[in-house]
C-alpha cells in the first residue's frame, strides 16, 4: 500500500501540473477523503456534443499494478456497462500507465471535435504526447 501511495502522489504531481495549465481538458482530483478515489470533470469543449462528463477512478491498493476501476456517470455507450464501468485496460493493464495516461486514454473514448479545425487536434494531440512521454520516461525509471 506504500508503493500504491508513493505511485499516486506521484501522479498527482504531474496531475496538478497539468491542471494548472490555461485551458485544461480536463481537471482531476482526489476526493476530500481518500487518495484512492478521484473524480475527473473533462471540459465540455473537449468533446463533440459539448457534454459534460464526469468520472470517478477507484484506485485499489495494489495501484500501479492492478488496473484501476473507472465509473462514468452521465455518458450512456455500448462499451459502458449499466452499472457505469469502463472496461479499458482488464487484459492489458501495464504498472507504465499512469493516471494522466489513463484519463487520456478515455477522452479518446469519447467522441471528440475532429470537425472542431486544426487547433483542437493540435491541442489533443500534444497533451497525449506529453502526457504519452511522461509514461514512457517513468517505465524507464522502474
Not at 40 to 60: A, C, G, K, M
Not at 70 to 95: A, M, Q, T, V
Request: proline share 5%.
Amino acid at each position: 500500500m506504500d508503493y500504491a501511495i508513493k505511485r499516486i502522489l506521484r501522479d498527482k504531481r504531474e496531475l496538478d501540473f497539468y491542471n494548472d495549465s490555461k485551458n485544461p481538458m480536463f481537471v482531476a482530483t482526489p476526493s476530500e477523503n481518500s487518495l484512492f478515489l478521484w473524480n475527473v470533470t473533462f471540459n465540455t469543449s473537449t468533446f463533440l456534443y459539448q457534454t459534460r462528463v464526469d468520472i470517478e477512478i477507484h484506485i485499489p491498493e495494489t495501484y500501479p499494478f492492478n488496473c484501476p476501476i473507472i465509473r462514468c456517470f452521465n455518458y450512456k455507450h455500448e462499451c459502458i456497462g449499466d452499472n457505469g464501468i469502463i472496461s479499458l485496460f482488464n487484459d492489458d493493464w501495464s504498472p507504465a500507465i499512469n493516471l494522466g495516461a489513463l484519463i487520456i486514454t478515455i477522452i479518446s473514448f469519447f467522441p471528440n471535435k475532429i470537425n472542431d479545425g486544426a487547433n483542437q487536434i493540435h491541442r489533443t494531440s500534444l497533451v497525449k504526447e506529453e502526457l504519452m512521454q511522461r509514461v514512457f520516461i517513468n517505465k524507464v525509471k522502474c
